[in-house]
């Protein structure tokens, strides 16, 4: 692919996604846009780079920023952080949260859902304790594509085993063919949305627990900062932000601060109720 070429494709993608490409990407986009030129009815590269320039229409640059996210998502990843949501931050909510019985929480970039529908199964298994309290988890991500998956809730065999407890997998699903379908239950406790990270996000409303696992890893150093100081706006005065591993506030942002032994999960810097050792 040509340089003039690349930085289009570059920057129409950044520009729409805050995915930063380097040059050694080249090859992820001849991959990946090859399958959307030909939907398109485009032959080449060089035919889609050409109609990006001169005529683009909405569902073909839609095409080629999905083309490029990536969707990698499994069940109660890294096991950690739903270990700690479970053990340390709900018992936190349920003690701090007492006079309005509500809690809010938002799966930001949530690819097929795995993440938000791993919280509703915590959640339900948690249900003794939440009796009379009110739980809306929101799941959004850019890719209408992969929303409509995770929509369905429907997953195939090596989906359903990665990460999922067995337990969970007899309780909370159906074999239906070669695929697992996720109970309508758990479906039901997760409303999910389209939304672009890089947009306005205010009319969300306001979180108790944001997850923000594995997307802002895309995202260039400034992108970082503005789309985690939106972000803390939207997140109550106690509330937490779930990071993924080889993300960090540190050097990002001073809205957030570090919790003391709970890596990867963060409180407003300001937060009223401290977890306790902080
Ligand atoms: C690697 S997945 C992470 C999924 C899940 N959070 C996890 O940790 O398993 C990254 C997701 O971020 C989404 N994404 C990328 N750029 C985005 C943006 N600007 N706004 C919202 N979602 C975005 C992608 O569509 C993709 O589904």
Redesign the pocket.
């Known amino acids: 692919m040509n340089i003039d070429d690349f930085n289009l494709l570059a920057k129409l993608i950044r520009d729409?996604?805050?995915?930063n490409l380097t040059k050694d990407k080249g090859y992820l986009l001849e991959s990946r846009l090859l399958p959307v030129a030909r939907q398109h009815n485009l032959k080449t590269l060089e035919e889609l780079t050409m109609k990006l320039r001169s005529r683009p229409d909405n569902a073909l640059v839609r095409d080629v920023v999905?083309a490029m996210?990536?969707?990698?998502?499994?069940f109660f990843?890294d096991v950690k952080p739903f270990d700690q949501f479970k053990g340390v931050v709900l018992p936190h909510l349920l003690a701090t949260k007492s006079a309005t019985r509500s809690i809010k929480i938002w799966?930001?970039?949530?690819?097929?859902g795995?993440?938000p529908y791993s919280l509703a199964m915590i959640l339900k298994e948690e249900k003794a304790k939440l009796q009379g309290w009110n739980i809306d988890i929101v799941a959004?991500?850019?890719?209408t594509q992969?929303l409509s998956k995770a929509q369905a809730g429907q997953y195939a065999q090596f989906e359903v085993q990665r990460g999922l407890p067995i337990q969970y997998l007899v309780k909370y699903f159906k074999q239906q063919g070669d695929r697992w379908q996720i109970d309508q239950s758990i479906r039901d406790m997760v409303r999910f949305r389209p939304?672009?990270?890089?947009e306005d996000f205010s009319s969300l409303g306001n979180f108790d627990v944001i997850?923000?696992?594995?997307?802002l890893i895309?995202?260039d150093q400034p992108t970082k900062t503005i789309v985690l100081e939106r972000m803390s706006r939207q997140l109550s005065n106690d509330g937490f932000l779930f990071l993924?591993g080889a993300e960090t506030v540190v050097g990002i942002t001073n809205k957030f601060q570090t919790t003391v032994n709970q890596r990867g999960l963060y409180q407003q810097a300001g937060a009223t109720h401290k977890l306790a050792g902080s």
């Open positions: 729409r996604s805050g995915l999905e996210t990536t969707n990698e998502s499994f990843r799966s930001a970039a949530c690819s097929s795995q993440e959004t991500d850019l890719s992969i939304l672009n990270l890089l997850f923000c696992r594995n997307v895309y995202f993924g």
